[in-house]
């Protein structure tokens, strides 16, 4: 089934969103500390480490759990689909993809 998917399509239109995402956050991508940021956030909300709250949220706080969820779509999509490196990575998805390694590695040598 995966014949149908444009995954080289999916994985750019993604990473256009996750600029989009960025820019509305005031986030620059060539900002490590922002990036790592990003990225250290993205792995807390995926492990449960980073209560929801107890409203629907709005504004910056719902614009991050946006940007949040379009980085694990995009890991998705470069672990599981991109076998033969075809999906082209941005410079945005580049940074964060090496900050999501560096948060990875750092929180399995701490434990």
Avoid at 19 to 45: F, K, M
Avoid at 59 to 68: A, D, K, M, S
Wanted: proline share 3%; charged share 30%.
């Amino acid at each position: 089934m995966s014949g149908f998917i444009d995954y080289q399509a999916t994985a750019r239109d993604t990473e256009r969103a996750l600029v989009r995402a960025a820019l509305a956050l005031g986030i620059d991508w060539r900002d490590a500390a922002a990036v790592q940021a990003v990225a250290r956030e993205t792995l807390d909300r995926r492990q449960g480490l980073r209560r929801a709250a107890a409203r629907v949220p709005h504004g910056p706080e719902r614009q991050r759990q946006n940007l949040c969820a379009l980085v694990v779509l995009r890991r998705r999509i470069e672990v599981e689909h991109d076998h033969a490196g075809a999906c082209v990575a941005g410079p945005a998805w580049r940074a964060i993809s090496q900050a999501l390694d560096r948060e990875i590695d750092g929180r399995a040598a701490s434990a």
